[in-house]
């Protein structure tokens, strides 16, 4: 079913396949011809392509992926191959503006003319920032890509390795007439769970809108025609004869096939169903995400203050849930006159508060000193008194020794005179016995 729309040209008219002249293609990678690995050849053949077949991307930002799908003999897509996103900047979230270091989210566009063989990050491709839907918000950004050399300030970067590869799929993709490949960049997998884990999120509404684009694709496992009206996007709607879309006008009228609408309506059916089951699940945190474009014009000022050699902290500051903004205390490095003398005016300023600082630590240091003598004068006087106390006991000691003593020298003396007595009653009883025998 979705295979003869795909043939009808309903879908995929944002990816139609025309001749490229010679000449393009020799202006377009003239040294990245490296072929694709003898595996993935041979796993796009068991799966029903050619090497030349057409191709298209998907991003995830959270879960660090980039997929690359390539369309079968039916006219259906399937992924012939995942990697890892070797770094990717800012935060989940659209790019709002210039130097907001977001990666893009969205639906973009990707032609021979993108195509940089010569990059200075090995190869790279520009996205198509701004799209359509970009403009028409008021998003402003240039040459965001996909390149190598892992390095990133608001790409998407792979390894070299890597990005030889996915060049090679648009590279051999252009070659067999597609003349504009699709790349859908995703905050998540837009699944019922993730859904729910996000649905507090301010980027929320932008996100359920880029669901529809997901979701068709889930369904028809055909690219989406996109289109932007009333600044947002429509995904495979056919405007009425005579009518277009106009990304900051009214949507015009548009029809949609029977079969995708009875398709699409089912899937959100089982969705529904799994987002209110997610609701009362255990799931992980939500991850950060930009909180708009105010924390976008934060970042964007510091990116422009760094550019200009500014000396600014060595990372992009960040807006808080309350409104507050954090910044780290790391200072960047300093490339320019203006930021020598940034640096010059913020040593200046360091030694001036040193200096205040060590002045009022010798104040302190001059009050403990004092209190520490009033301190020791105080003790030597209580020290004095006590000795004076001591002398004073000390005289007074041979007194009481003598009224202590008296009653043991008393003793001796009681027992003498019990002594004597007793001898003196001997005598008189010895005397008595004697005149009575006459004695």
Excluded at 40 to 63: N, P, Q
Excluded at 141 to 166: F, K
Excluded at 232 to 250: E, H, I, K, L, S
């Amino acid at each position: 079913m979705f295979a003869k729309l795909a043939r009808t040209g309903v879908l995929i008219t944002s990816i139609a396949i025309a001749g490229c002249n010679d000449s393009s293609m020799k202006d377009f990678a003239p040294e990245a011809n490296k072929p694709l690995p003898d595996k993935i050849l041979a796993d796009m053949k068991a799966k029903g392509m050619v090497r030349t077949s057409s191709v298209m991307a998907r991003i995830f930002k959270e879960e660090g992926k980039l997929e690359i799908w390539k369309a079968k003999t039916n006219g259906r897509y399937d992924m012939v191959a995942s990697y890892d996103i070797c770094k990717w900047s800012g935060k989940l979230g659209p790019k709002y503006t210039e130097g907001d270091r977001q990666a893009p989210e969205g639906f973009y566009t990707v032609r021979p003319s993108q195509m940089n063989p010569r990059s200075s990050y090995h190869l790279s491709f520009n996205i198509g920032f701004p799209n359509a839907y970009d403009r028409a918000n008021g998003r402003t950004g240039q040459n965001l890509m996909v390149h190598g050399a892992c390095s990133s300030s608001g790409c998407y970067s792979m390894t070299d390795a890597q990005i030889e590869q996915i060049y090679a799929f648009g590279r051999d993709a252009f070659q067999g007439g597609q003349t504009e490949f699709q790349i859908q960049a995703f905050p998540f997998r837009m699944t019922a769970a993730n859904m729910a884990r996000y649905r507090n999120d301010p980027n929320y509404e932008f996100w359920k809108m880029l669901k529809v684009g997901y979701d068709n694709f889930e369904v028809t496992k055909v690219p989406p025609k996109v289109d932007v009206c009333e600044k947002r996007y429509v995904f495979n709607q056919v405007a009425a004869d005579g009518q277009t879309f106009n990304p900051t006008g009214p949507c015009p009228a548009t029809t949609q096939p029977d079969s995708l609408k009875s398709a699409y309506n089912a899937y959100q059916t089982t969705y529904d169903a799994a987002f209110n089951s997610a609701l009362k699940a255990t799931v992980p945190p939500p991850k950060p995400t930009i909180a708009g474009i105010k924390e976008a014009s934060i970042v964007s000022d510091w990116s422009k203050r760094r550019a200009r050699g500014e000396r600014v902290p060595i990372d992009p500051p960040s807006m808080n849930s309350d409104g507050t903004v954090t910044e780290t205390a790391r200072m960047g490095r300093i490339d320019s006159p203006a930021g020598r003398k940034m640096a010059a005016l913020d040593a200046e300023k360091a030694a001036k508060q040193k200096a205040e600082e060590q002045r009022l630590a010798a104040i302190e240091a001059a009050k403990q000193a004092k209190e520490a003598a009033k301190a020791q004068a105080l003790a030597e006087k209580e020290a004095a008194k006590q000795a004076k106390i001591a002398a004073k006991a000390a005289k007074e000691a041979p007194v009481a020794t003598a009224t202590i003593a008296a009653p043991a020298e008393a003793a001796p003396q009681a027992e003498t005179q019990a002594a004597s007595a007793d001898e003196s009653r001997v005598t008189k009883l010895k005397n008595k016995l004697l005149g009575m025998f006459g004695g």
